[in-house]
């Protein structure tokens, strides 16, 4: 997904906001023009218009988050040996920024 179909996800039909795009999930734009995905409070993905993502845990390497961060970023993260790692092998670490 880029910062443009983020945008559009979020507007929909309209000129929403703010969307629920899954459980305890919601889109939605930032005043500076960026749109976050956030779950149970915290911004998992956010698309930046410049195109960087920037991609965080919170702190909560939970099933549902790294869910969320597939479901919603072009990068892809996956765990081994209770460490996550992005789909290049690169070392996840939390608020990292991501070319899309």
Known sequence: ??????TRMVHGKGNRMRRKVGNNTYAYIEVDG?????????????????????????????HTTKKRINQFSPVKVYQKKHQWYLQDGT??????????
């Open 34 to 62: 960026s749109v976050s995905i956030e779950l149970h409070g915290t911004k998992v993905v956010r698309f930046y218009p410049n195109g960087l993502i920037m991609l965080n845990s919170g702190g909560w390497r939970t």
């Open 91 to 100: 070392e996840f670490e939390d608020k990292m920024l991501v070319n899309s």
């Open 1 to 6: 997904m880029t910062h443009a179909e983020a």
